[in-house]
């Protein structure tokens, strides 16, 4: 549980999609995570945090249910804040390929400090 | 009540309109509504949430009590969050035709997430 | 109390101005009011609100006791929160000819739904 | 939906219970669900509100989902606030017959007027 | 407007009743009203405040469309704080002859001050 | 303004009283201050705080304007704030003879530390 | 992992004591813990909490490191809420032998309720 | 202490400077002083309010114990909002020369209407 | 750094006092100090935490500024929560000689657990 | 402890770094430091505040049990506010070399006054 590399890389297949209704306009949806745990690859101990996903969708949209089992599904991998939020990242991106894709992770307070990473998918900025 | 699609078309009925009387100036007017609920299309559990509507009037305003019945009527509706925040966008655009309008929803917690979607009607942007 | 048209139009005159003595800055003044209250004009109910004014002054400042009584006398009118936002947008124009000017009207919940309008006086945009 | 008393009296048999695994102990169990609504009696629109119900298990506790699914039931009903709360307080003695319940409703701003009602079941009291 | 002594004593009978369900129990109703406006008797000039009902009804419960119309019936009263709270305890008694009232009135800054009255109808103390 | 000692006692002579027309019943009077200021006996320094009185009124009430003068006119006295609370309490008592009267003073944060001083006159506590 | 029953019942043996230097006085020591999480027996699915602990210390007070140690043991145990609370209890009783305990358990929204559980140790109540 | 126009004009004297140690880096410094009282021009009562200092310094830094006793002196002086705002702003600018710098005061509540002022000294923007 | 037993026992010294002036009546005195710190005697690291105390003066009152120095005392002592809290109880009880004095320690997040620690000197309840 | 200059030059040896996996994206990580404490360089008292670093990082990360080392390394310092912020920003720009760096400051009120420095490294601007 202690080693960062071996993260089973085949979680995205939990994600499940359904078809954007509305694929003319571009919308945002917002899906706030404040129940995510995972282990940190130092101490082996848990770590706590808040997981939030801002995307616009293109053709694919992420269903809700399949959502939590994804993120459930880090509940003990050891793995470094800077790499849960970029994991998640790409695995949403490979997924749903959405017109712009945030994911923010919020993490509590370890050793009198507390951490917030963030990355973006943005084909457009590039 | 578990599938989204036949919701009755024209629910835009219900609102009713007046008309703008400083439709010279371009000024904001917010609805916020915080008893929004719907129902799940998936377990027909019953879904809560926040509606607000921000607009830049043109000719007509809606009326605030038409809104209010309006906004009841999905009350039994089984609907997915985005389809609730677009379809809400088309039905006050098609009634009040506006010169800006933004509808957010905000959806309480299931499964230990919760879900902001926002959609937007801006001629001028395109 | 139940028609909003015979609004007294001469309400402007409570309100007095003193001189800004600092006309060669452009800075910002703003006063909250969260005591206004008026009458519905439909149900001859009253309504509550706060009422935020936003200017920059140029020649003239808006006298703050005059102001409460300006706004104290909405208090038996019968006026829609729209009509509200921009009657006092203009009676406050006309008496100080600002720079700039914003007023905005936060109306309390009525039949679970608050509203929010705003308006703007900016003689630069246009 | 406009009158109040024939309300389906069978709604108890939708709550389930489990046994109390520590019955030598007196302990307190609370659940909060804000998420509650149901219809006003006399206008026909509907009433939103927190439920709260506190109680300490004698041989049985009401269990979670059945709970739900319980006050989800009410979503229907013409019922006044005073009744909601009494009724729920019955409900719930008659089926986990605790050594002490109490049920608290707190009800959205109607007419600019907010109420919360509170019943007891305490037989040690009497 | 200024004087306090002839406030219209009739005003109770704007409050209506209904009959009391479950009057074996002791139960608490908390009406919570913060959108109350008098007069000041002696400036002339508007208070706001909040009015807080609290009481254990006996065979009558007081009719919640009533109470607001009563308590708007203060809009151009002019009266003391202390005046105000106990005068709608004695109202409210009269009326509903319950187990247990009180009355909170909180009142707003006035020169940066404010102030809460709270006045106690209780049978059973003395 | 260094010296604690020679207050000018005469201060209580700013307050002014009005009858108590409800002296049957027993109820509470609350006025808060926050916007109370004086000197710090050894620094010269000016103290902020907020200044809580509430009494049971027998025969008199204590006029909330003059009220407002008393509490101004500590703006350049040098006392502690030990004594600041105890002689608020002093004045109040002798002026309106209350039933019971507390004062609470609650001193913004000096050297990192913040402080409430309480004090009661209670005649039935004896 | 769904069935309550096989918990390792040894797992008091994680926590670790040291001597309370202050025998002679009752005082009262409290450790809160926001990062509690353990799995719901029903569905296998991840709960999530706060668990409280008050107590009045005899000879023994719990080593902090240890209770961390000890919570994160229920991380993979299905228990519902309410043995949560009573099984952390016993254990600490077992170990410290307090003269007072308190275990509350806060538990997030499922179903859109959530949940408060408290029991007490009291040998003086007895 | 009721005329505004003969405040000790030689205040900013009070103001002492240390050198800016990183004078090549543009970085921010704000001062925030929420104990601000100076004396109504009108009424000669006091008038109570936060002072917010924000700047990028240039060659200087304005002490923090002297600003203190700068903000001290209003204490006694009778200005309005506006006044007091631009006044600080001009002796700042004038004894520190900074690159930037903007004040902005907050006043409580007077007539039920609370005030903000806000003044800039930009170069860069002229 | 890391042993607890040799704190220098004289801090108490730093303490000063000065004379009640209102010893015939019982009022409180509350002082509250958010910025202790003091070491882990465990691991060596710095701990922070807010301190309150409350106590009924007899003869005496601490003079606010000694007590500022006294925590400050601390800063680089290693100490146990349970330890800081007895600690200042018996320091003040020998300098003051209240008639009554609590000491409450609210120590921030360590490995995601906070501790409150509370301790009395309540020469009445013996 | 009272100087300013002699500070230990070689405090960012104490920072440790780790492998950016990520280095293709720009993405920003945030760490917030609420137990940050300091000596005034004038009074030799203690300084408390809230130090929050903002980076982009390009090939290294700063690992944070590191940072929290260094952080704790200023505990006995005499610094300025000023120099804390500028001081921390240059130390880890040389040691992380990130595309972007900001650091902020907050301190606790001191003479009734709060302050916050925030400097920035942005190559891209210059």
Do not use: W
Request: include cysteine; aromatic fraction near 14%; glycine fraction near 4%.
């Amino acid at each position: 549980m202690k080693v960062e590399n071996p993260v089973r890389r085949e979680k995205y297949k939990i994600l499940e999609v359904f078809d954007n209704k509305y694929p003319k306009r571009d919308y945002e949806v917002m899906h706030v995570a404040p129940e995510f745990t995972s282990v940190c690859p130092k101490t082996g101990n848990p770590d706590f945090g808040k997981i939030t996903i801002q995307y616009i969708p293109d053709k694919k949209c992420v269903e809700l249910k399949s959502l939590k089992y994804y993120l459930n599904s880090f509940r003990n991998e050891g793995m470094f804040y800077e790499s849960v939020v970029n994991f998640i990242l790409e695995d949403l991106v490979k997924v749903i390929k959405p017109r712009y894709l945030k994911v923010t992770g919020e993490f509590n307070t370890r050793g009198g400090i507390y951490s917030v990473v963030t990355a973006e998918f943005n084909p457009k900025k590039k």
